[in-house]
Structures are given as C-alpha cells and as structure tokens.
C-alpha cells in the first residue's frame, strides 16, 4: 500500500511540469490516464483497450486528446528534453541515432509502404520512425522520433494531406536529414552530450557526417565494408595529364582502398591497434587512422573516377567471436582514449534496448490510428513513460545508496570517459 502511494507521489511530481505545458483542463486530465494505459498492465496499448482498463466513459475524450485536438506538442517535447537532460546528461552522454519499424497492414496509415525492418531482416509492410536516445551508461533515454515518409507518399500530396501531414514535410527527407534535424532541436534546447553514434544507415552518407562536424560535435558512425578510405599520411597531388600537362585541381596519389582491405592490411602490419574485449564479451577492435574518400570527385589520367580525401579520423573494426566484423568511422581525435571509443560504439546496445521497451512492454506500435498527428503524439506519450520509468529506476538507485550496506554503483551512471569535439556539459551531468 505505502509502495503504490509512493509510486502515485512519484508519478504526480515527474508529470507536473509536463501539465503546465497544456494549459486546457481536459487535456491536463487526459495526460496522466494516457501515460498510466501505456506503463500499465494488458496486451494492447491502444486506446480503446486502456480507455476500458482505466475510464470506461472516457474514450471519446482520450482519442480527441491524442488524434484529433487542436494542440501544439511542441512544448510537451521541450519539456521532455529537460527532464531528460536533468536525468542523463553531461559529457559523458552520447546521442544514439537510430532507426525502429512498425509493422503495419493495409496502405492508409501515415507513412506505410514495404520497407526494411532490421528485426525481421527483410522488406515489410511498415512505418519507419527515425530515433534519437540520450544514452548515459547503461541508461538510454529516447527523446526523438520521427517517421520517415518514403518516396510513394512525398510524391502524392493528396495522401499526404489525408494523413494530416505538416507543409514543411511533405516534401522528400531523408533519413539523415531528419536525424540532423533532431539533433539541432537538441543543441538548440541545450541538451548536454559528448558524442553521436549512428549506425551504418546514416554513417554511410558523407553529408551526413560533414552535418555533424559542421555542427561542433564529435561522432562514431558505422559505414559499409566497401567505403573508400586512404592512409592518413596521404597529401594532394598534381599528376599530369595524358599529354604533359598538370592538372588545375589536385589528386590523391595513391589510390583510396576499402575500409576492409585497410584495417586487414594494417593488421597484417602490425600498424592497426587493438583493443581488447569488453566487459567479458568476445569482441575485439581494432583502430587505424585514416581519411574517408567524401571529398570531391576526379577521374586522374586512365584510373576510376575517385574522391579526394576528407578530414582525418578513425577507422574501427570490431569483430565478434563468430568473426563477423561491423566498421565505424570516428571523429575523435588522434590522442583520444582509445576504450572510451569502444564503450561509444557499444553505446548502440542501449539504443537498440530502448526500441524494444518501447514496443514490447509501452505499445509503440499499437497506435491504430492514421494521421500524423496522432501517431507522433502517442510516439510522444511512450516516451514520457519511458522517462518516468527511468526516472524511478534512478530514484531507486539512489535510495540504496543511502542505505548502510556496501555501496553499489547508481544505475545508468557508469561514465563513459569525456570525449572531445562538443561545447560540452554546463555542469557535471550526474544523473539525478
């Protein structure tokens, strides 16, 4: 009894700030009843389902608050940034881009189209929401999602209004360019982070990764195995041309090779550094310096046209027991802490396990509505659970610290060691 009026207290405090955002009173009522259907029990998390569990004469008013009325989320995702900073950030916290699909029947809801799920490793019929996580430790915290909307809806403007979709989206994004955008939303809210992580899906695209650096921030992406790199050392040349005559625009000298053939080689060397396995599990990494081929493109005299090499950086693989290696590109310097690398990279773990709560145990994909609105304000709702639920878990934490017994790390505050390249941490960052 006195655990469920302590979680009753709890829930009341961490929603406050949230309510103050909403000024309507039905909508002030609405938002505890929609955020206690989703952490509560039952199967389903959409809103008939919670509507029977928790006010039977409320549905009309709890679908109106999420699908229909007339609201500005903004502010409520304002405020999430805040509670989320408060609860995770500092230096130590990196920014997990990623990506997480919504099975889906039929063609109307907004966004739906056959698409890759990575779960299911193959094409269905899906919604893509483009994710960013705040992830301090072993602790994510999602505060992003955004749907994707491919090329079969941008290109039929009568879906995209039946969908309720806003002008200034209707046309094509991608995903890259969704994510950056989140992220400016962050650095504009002056949330505290250290570090991106992205996987391969945005890694890939340089625009993607000269947005980050343009932006100030240090970051981690995966790539492809066949991405073109060149040793470190490499300077522009100049060669001539078939008849004697020097090029105007300078040329790499020795051509750029794949990410695979570079790391292997160095290996082979002895030139690349390893790191060994982390926390118990078998996976080693192994690091060279670099510099990607994304800066302009040339053809120099009979070779394949080829690009100019771009702003030094790491080169990281990291091969599993079952030899299977995944490589990422890394923005940190060259005298960073080469472990404080791997732990951002494994950093994807708690993004990936986020995902998961999100749509197994608060519903994320059970939102059986249409329209644009509703499917980001119930996206939005999930995500406030999920915050309210770390929150407890820190809460938690802490009580057991005050208790006389050996001390026992808080959890979500192992600290990942600070990593350059951001206008990092107004104050500490601690969690709580």
């Known amino acids: 009894m006195q655990q469920a009026a302590e979680w009753e207290e709890h829930h009341e405090a961490w929603l406050a700030p949230f309510l103050a955002t909403l000024g309507h009173k039905a909508r002030r009522r609405m938002l505890p009843l929609y955020v206690s259907g989703l952490i509560g029990p039952g199967e389903r998390k959409s809103m008939q389902p919670m509507a029977a569990r928790l006010a ?60 890759y799920v990575p779960d299911l490793g193959r094409n269905a019929n899906c919604q893509t929401l483009v994710s960013v996580t705040l992830v301090r430790g072993d602790l994510p915290l999602p505060v992003a999602l955004r749907l994707f909307l491919p090329e079969s809806w941008t290109s039929h403007p009568d879906r995209l209004q039946r969908a309720g979709v806003p002008l200034v989206r209707r046309g094509y994004w991608t995903k890259p360019e969704i994510a950056l955008a989140e992220i400016g939303r962050l650095i504009a809210a002056g949330a505290r982070f250290g570090c991106v992580l992205a996987d391969a899906g945005y890694g890939q695209h340089a625009s993607f990764r000269h947005g980050l650096t343009s932006r100030g921030l240090a970051w981690a992406v995966g790539i492809s195995r066949y991405q073109e790199v060149y040793a470190a050392a490499v300077d522009p040349v100049s060669p001539a041309s078939g008849r004697g005559r020097l090029r105007r625009r300078p040329a790499a000298g020795p051509p750029s090779i794949s990410a695979e053939q570079a790391l292997a080689e160095a290996e082979a060397r002895g030139e690349a550094r390893l790191i060994g396995a982390r926390e118990g599990r078998q996976a080693r990494f192994a690091v060279l310096r670099v510099r990607p081929a994304d800066g302009g493109a040339l053809r120099a005299g009979d070779k394949r046209q080829q690009h100019l090499p771009g702003d030094e950086t790491w080169l990281v693989g990291e091969r599993s027991a079952a030899g299977e290696t995944s490589y990422y590109l890394a923005s940190l310097p060259a005298e960073a802490d080469l ?80 990593v350059s390249g951001r206008r990092a941490g107004k104050q500490d960052g601690s969690p709580g």
Not at 68 to 79: K, N, T
């Open 56 to 115: 039977a004469g409320d549905y009309d008013q709890l679908h109106h608050f999420v699908a229909a009325g007339i609201w500005d989320e903004a502010p409520l995702e304002a405020e999430l940034l805040v509670q989320a900073d408060k609860l995770v950030g500092g230096e130590a916290t990196i920014v997990v881009v990623g990506e997480t699909a919504l099975p889906k029947k039929g063609e109307h809801s907004v966004g739906v189209a056959p698409q």
């Open 339 to 418: 472990r404080a690398l791997a732990r951002v990279i494994k950093a994807r773990r708690a993004g990936e396990q986020a995902h998961r709560q999100l749509k197994e145990e608060l519903g994320l994909g059970h939102f059986e509505g249409r329209s644009w609105r509703g499917l980001h304000r119930h996206a939005l709702m999930t995500m406030i659970a999920f915050a309210f639920l770390q929150s407890r878990r820190l809460a938690r934490a802490r009580q057991r610290l005050k208790q006389p017994q050996p001390a026992l790390a808080a959890a979500g505050s192992e600290a990942v060691p600070p």
